[in-house]
């Protein structure tokens, strides 16, 4: 096996041992990039769809906090036994929809029109990283891995820390902040979210070059979509922190 | 700034310009360009 699978992606969920310990169990068919394309459209339609009941039902947004623990259940079960992926993604994507729909609508109602800008741009990241990432212009080296996951483990400390002392009525300014360094740190988090979709992408291409099973679809289709939730949110955070200097 | 969106979308067009133009110099990783222009012999 190459050294191209000596390294973990950034993304906590995608690992290249994922695909030795699965690669024995392939039993109904092998993972193809078209089954995990059509897996991840599947999932989007899903968060859409249940982010969009969630904005406009007012029943739904006690639900947040609900939604967000059954969303980390579920992603747990999903690393841990990827060949439920058939059942635990679809639900962690509904779970998170409600998440995403009263999250975005608190945002909106502050600062209107930046959940449209939010959804373009984060679409627009991904395809213009999608676009890099086959032209070459971007490739998923060691050393490029390696950064990444550096940098997103650092990001990941620093929201723990901020979670545990926002327990005594304090935190991290730079997180929340809307001066220069606060913008500035929010659009270095969304460069290295944005980043994670390219360590994606390879683990993606890698299970189908191996011929991992067909589950691993779902697994897949997973980690691209728990790197495109985080970074709906961090654009999010940053168009507020840029609308709330005007 | 009246939109601060915009700002963000110069990265995303310039990245994706840059793709672009490797995919039809280079044809990404396979070599293979997108777009050949070759001389047409007569009755080829």
Redesign the interface.
């Known amino acids: 096996m190459s050294n191209h699978l000596a390294l973990r992606s950034g993304n906590p969920a995608l690992q290249s041992s994922t695909f030795r310990n699965h690669l024995s169990s392939v039993t109904d068919g092998t993972m193809t990039l078209s089954g995990t394309v059509n897996k991840t459209a599947i999932s989007l339609v899903l968060v859409i769809l249940s982010a969009a009941y969630s904005w406009t039902n007012p029943a739904m947004h006690g639900l947040v906090v609900p939604a967000a623990l059954i969303g980390f259940v579920l992603a747990m079960v999903t690393v841990f036994k990827p060949t439920l992926g058939h059942i635990t993604v679809p639900a962690y994507a509904l779970a998170q929809g409600v998440f995403l729909g009263v999250i975005s609508m608190i945002f909106n109602a502050q600062y209107p029109g ?1 959940v449209v ?1 939010a959804v ?2 984060t679409f ?2 991904l ?3 999608l ?2 990432y ?4 971007i490739k998923a080296t060691e050393n490029f891995k390696l950064g990444i996951v550096a940098a997103t483990g650092g990001i990941a400390l620093l929201y723990f820390i901020n979670f545990i002392m926002s327990f005594f009525g304090s935190g991290i300014g730079i997180i929340s902040s809307n001066n220069t360094m606060g913008i500035l740190f929010s659009g270095a988090v ?1 460069v290295i979210a944005a980043l994670n979709l390219v360590l994606d992408f390879d683990f993606i291409e890698e299970g189908a070059e191996m011929g991992a099973p067909k589950y691993m679809e779902w697994y897949g289709a997973f980690g691209l979509l728990v790197t495109l939730i985080w970074l709906y949110l961090e ?1 999010l955070r ?2 507020a922190k ?2 709330s200097r ?1 | ?5 915009i ?3 110069i ?3 310039l ?2 310009v ?3 133009i ?2 039809l110099n ?1 044809g ?2 396979n070599g293979k360009p997108w777009i050949r222009i070759e001389k047409v012999e007569e009755n080829e």
């Open positions: 930046i800008q373009f741009l627009g990241t395809g213009a990283l676009l890099a086959m032209s070459g212009l969304v654009i940053l168009l840029l609308s005007r | 700034m009246e939109n601060p969106a700002i963000l979308w990265p995303i067009i990245l994706s840059a793709s672009i490797k995919m280079k990404g990783p």
